[in-house]
């Protein structure tokens, strides 16, 4: 449940559009690797991101995903984004969508997520979201509190807690996460719970206990960003390992 859109609202809200640059308009592409333990087969996953920031109080984001591993794929389109409201508050969201194959099983995914923060102190911003998520003919509704601190050494401190309050779909979780907030930054946190599977991005509505370690870093070069990340989801029977490669082009500066 590594979710990284309500860090990203996050650290725009407490640190400023100093945090993404000068690039108004960018573009994020990403391969992944999966593998899993036991005979299960790998696979893969490829992502495009169209990120526009219109002023330095928030930003859009488009996006099309696609992972196949093990007979099943999953097919996305995404669209997000976050806004200030004032200089404390501020409102984020993201939508996305697509079939799910699983042999002959045909279903559709589908996620809705809304977060909104608020500014305590200029280190310290709680945060509360509700996420919708369908898969494989089931749903849930999930509910979340948030805090992230902002520490003097630029490192940003964020716990979650989670659960569901409604559908078929039962899942529980909490999440720790540290991130450098620096030139090279470095991430690493760890999620833990139970859940339906197709919860935490497995094809299976099985209920199973999670953990989630993660575990990455992101490098200028250039004008561009490259990013390297490690996730490592353990369930009672199976491991997924995944590792992510990013790059991040910016594709128009502003004034």
Avoid at 226 to 238: K, N, Q, R
Wanted: charged share 20%; with cysteine; net charge positive.
């Amino acid at each position: 449940m590594s979710a990284r859109l309500p860090l990203a609202a996050g650290v725009l809200l407490l640190c400023g559009a100093e945090a993404y640059g000068a690039a108004s308009d960018s573009l994020v592409m990403s391969a992944q690797s999966i593998t899993f333990s036991g005979p299960t087969g790998g696979g893969a996953a490829e992502n495009l991101d169209w990120i526009h920031r219109p002023s330095d109080n928030g930003f859009l984001s488009l996006g099309v995903g696609h992972e196949e591993f093990s007979g099943a794929r999953l097919d996305r389109a995404r669209v997000g984004g976050a806004f200030k409201l004032g200089t404390e508050s501020l409102l984020a969201g993201q939508v996305e969508a697509g079939p799910a194959v699983e042999g002959a099983a045909n279903s559709t995914f589908a996620r809705v997520r809304v977060d909104v923060a608020r500014t305590i102190s200029p280190r310290l911003q709680l945060s509360g979201g509700s996420q919708y998520v369908e898969a494989n003919g089931g749903r849930t509704v999930l509910l979340d509190v948030e805090m992230l601190w902002l520490s003097a050494a630029r490192l940003s401190l964020r716990a979650q807690v989670g659960q569901s309050v409604a559908g078929d779909l039962p899942t529980r979780y909490a999440t720790f996460r540290i991130d450098s907030l620096r030139r090279v930054q470095v991430f690493t946190g760890i999620s833990v719970g139970t859940g339906a599977r197709s919860v935490v991005e497995l094809q299976s509505n099985r209920n199973d206990r999670f953990t989630d370690a993660f575990a990455g870093l992101t490098v200028p070069i250039s004008r561009c960003t490259l990013g390297v990340a490690w996730d490592w989801l353990a369930l009672s029977t199976v491991i997924r390992r995944t590792a992510t490669l990013s790059l991040t082009v910016p594709l128009k500066r502003g004034a």
